[in-house]
C-alpha cells in the first residue's frame, strides 16, 4: 500500500507554481556558460588551421588552410551573437561576422570572414575541407550540456526557495 507524506508538500507545490514565471533571463543565464564553452573550443579549432604561403598556386596542387591575414580576419571576427527567442527556444549563434584584410578584384573591402570560414570547413574546387567548426562543436558538446543543466539547476533553485 502506497503512503504519502504531506509534510513540506505544500511548500514543494508552491516552489513548482515559481516555475511557471521562470523568465527567458534565466534560460539566457543557462545558456550562456554553454556558449562561451563552444566559443572557446571554435576559437582553439580557428587557431589549429594551417597557414599556407601566400605565393600559392592554384594549379600546384590543393590548397589546405589560409594565408595568415585570413586566419587573423577569422580570429577577430568569431563572436557570439545576441540570444534570440524563436518559438520559445532561446538560441544562440556563434560565427564569424565582417570582412578581413585580403583585398582582391572581387571582394576590395576584403574577404567575408563567413565566406572563408565556409571554404575551409567544406572545402572549395582548389581547397581541401579543413572541417574545424563541426569537430570543435562535437569535441564539446556534453560538456555544454553538463554546463548548461548545473546553471539550470542553479536558476531552478533560486526559484523555488
Known amino acids: 500500500m502506497a503512503k504519502l507524506y504531506t509534510k513540506g508538500i505544500a511548500r514543494y507545490i508552491s516552489g513548482l507554481t515559481e516555475l511557471v514565471f521562470f523568465s527567458e533571463e534565466d534560460i539566457k543565464r543557462a545558456v550562456y556558460p554553454a556558449a562561451g564553452i563552444v566559443y572557446n573550443s571554435v576559437r582553439a579549432g580557428v587557431q589549429g588551421i594551417p597557414v599556407m604561403d601566400t605565393n600559392y598556386k592554384r594549379r ?3 590548397a589546405r588552410g589560409v ?6 580576419g577569422l580570429l577577430s571576427s568569431l563572436g557570439i ?11 544562440v549563434k556563434i560565427g564569424f561576422d565582417g570582412y578581413n584584410n585580403v583585398h582582391t578584384k572581387n571582394y576590395p573591402g576584403g574577404q567575408p570572414n563567413a565566406m572563408i570560414a565556409n571554404a575551409v570547413e567544406s572545402g572549395s574546387s ?3 575541407a579543413t572541417p574545424f ?3 570543435s562543436v ?5 560538456q555544454a550540456e553538463q554546463a548548461m543543466a548545473k546553471q539550470f539547476d542553479i536558476e ?5 526557495k
Do not use: E, L, P, Y
Request: glycine fraction near 6%; aromatic fraction near 8%; avoid cysteine.
Open 81 to 91: 551573437a545576441r540570444f534570440k527567442n524563436q518559438g520559445g527556444f532561446i538560441n
Open 126 to 128: 582548389w581547397r581541401r
Open 60 to 62: 600546384d596542387k590543393m
Open 133 to 135: 567548426m563541426a569537430k
Open 67 to 72: 594565408t595568415a591575414a585570413q586566419k587573423a
Open 138 to 142: 562535437r569535441a564539446v558538446a556534453s
Open 156 to 160: 531552478v533553485k533560486k526559484h523555488m
